[in-house]
Every structure is written in structure tokens, then in C-alpha cells.
């Protein structure tokens, strides 16, 4: 059972260049969530999306887009690469379909992004 | 704007030794509260949980945590540290709601001397 997987696990981009980074569950979760991880600051929420078919920005969305393809697959897609989005990137799922304080959340090994 | 403190950046014990990650979270109602660990290179694992009942859980590899309200803590603990405990820890807060999603501190890398 792979539980959450993420690709690529390293990626480098020059400035402008584009990506997606792609997200795959198969605990069959419904909601699923990007974070970017930064030296000192801890986890901080890009996106998530509570159903198949729904997206909702979280703390840090400016240059992001994602698609939540189907109930497995969620994407997140930089269209123009800057370095201040040089960070590791974290896909998460949930078994919540709505927003809860329960939810217990199951990561991936993570995306190692170097924007130059 | 709700927050969580991990007042310690990093912390260096001798194996053997016992260890405590302090967290403290800012005001709220029902808090959610879990202990995330990480090792180099992996993605983040579940050390415990509390939602609520008893204030002292127990999660995997030894650890337990406490919380208390009054002290908007909810700190970690293992009584004695072996070498392979050496990560980052993260404590994460969600109280529910609209949005009902974690808020992370920002980690304490645990050093182990052998």
C-alpha cells in the first residue's frame, strides 16, 4: 500500500520556466492538500481540495494552480517559476470530505524544487 | 491570528536521556492538536493525536504528549531517547471550522549524542 505519492522527488527550473508537480492517493481519501515546507518556517497550506471536483486556496496560493483531476489525483502546477517558490513541496490526503478538526492527514516523502 | 509556538529551534540530548518538546498554541476553542515527526529526507509521520478525554495520549516509538488547557500547551515527551529519534518535530493545531485546517509551528530538530 503506497499511500501518498508524489512526483518528481527533485525537479531544477529556471526563472519562468513551468511544472506540475503531481500528487497520487490510493487510500481512497477524499480531501487532499498541497503545503511547501521552508527552512524556519515550518509547513504552510498552498491549496487543498475537500472533494473531487472542489479547490480552495490556503495560506500561500500566489503562483499556484492545481487540479484535482480525480478522487486520487491532485496536481499543482507553477506556470512561471520564480526562486522565492524554491522550497519542498508536500501533497497530503485525508479521509474527511469537509473541513474538520479531526482530519488526520497522511503525507508524502515530498518534491524537492530549486528554481534558479 | 491563531498560531503555534515551538519555542525551541533546535535541541541537542545524549542518548538514553529523556526529552521535551515544548508547544504552545494560541487561544481557541476545542483544539485539535497532533505531533508530526520527520525524518531526513521522508515526509511527515503521525506521533500522536489529541481531540479529547483523557490529557495524556500515547503515540508511536515511545512518545506521549500532554495537554493542558489552562497552559494552551501540549508538550511531548519520551523518557528515554535513542539515536534513531533524531528528526525535526513539528506540533500542528486545527480548530475546525470554515476552513478546519492544521496550522504547523515551526519545528525543533532533535539532535541525539550517542
Known amino acids: 500500500n503506497a499511500g501518498v505519492t508524489q512526483t518528481p522527488k527533485f525537479q531544477v527550473l529556471k526563472t519562468g520556466q513551468s511544472m506540475t508537480l503531481q500528487c497520487a492517493q490510493d487510500m481512497n481519501h477524499n480531501s487532499m492538500y498541497w503545503y511547501r515546507q521552508d527552512p524556519g518556517m515550518g509547513l504552510r497550506l498552498i491549496y487543498y481540495s475537500a472533494s473531487e471536483g472542489t479547490t480552495d486556496k490556503g495560506e500561500v496560493p500566489n503562483g499556484y494552480n492545481v487540479s484535482r483531476l480525480n478522487k486520487r489525483e491532485f496536481s499543482l502546477r507553477l506556470e512561471s517559476a520564480a526562486p522565492s517558490q524554491t522550497s519542498v513541496y508536500f501533497c497530503?490526503?485525508?479521509?474527511?470530505?469537509?473541513?474538520?478538526?479531526?482530519?488526520?492527514?497522511?503525507f508524502g516523502a515530498g518534491s524537492r524544487l530549486t528554481v534558479l | 491570528a491563531q498560531s503555534v509556538t515551538q519555542p525551541d529551534i533546535h535541541i541537542t540530548v545524549s542518548e538514553g536521556a529523556s526529552l521535551e518538546l515544548r508547544c504552545n498554541y494560541s487561544?481557541?476553542?476545542?483544539?485539535?492538536l497532533f505531533w508530526y515527526v520527520q525524518s531526513p529526507g521522508q515526509g511527515l509521520q503521525l506521533l500522536l493525536k489529541?481531540?479529547?478525554?483523557?490529557?495524556l495520549v500515547q503515540g508511536i516509538k515511545g512518545f506521549e504528549a500532554e495537554f493542558k488547557r489552562s497552559q494552551s500547551s501540549f508538550n511531548l515527551r519520551k523518557p528515554s531517547v535513542h539515536w534513531s529519534d533524531a528528526a525535526e518535530y513539528f506540533c500542528?493545531?486545527?480548530?475546525?471550522?470554515?476552513?478546519?485546517?492544521?496550522?504547523f509551528g515551526k519545528g525543533t530538530k532533535l539532535s541525539v549524542k550517542p
Open positions: 497530503a490526503s485525508s479521509e474527511s470530505r469537509r473541513p474538520s478538526g479531526a482530519n488526520v492527514l497522511t
Open positions: 489529541y481531540f479529547s478525554g483523557d490529557t
Open positions: 500542528a493545531v486545527n480548530y475546525g471550522g470554515s476552513q478546519g485546517n492544521l496550522i
Open positions: 487561544y481557541g476553542a476545542t483544539p485539535y
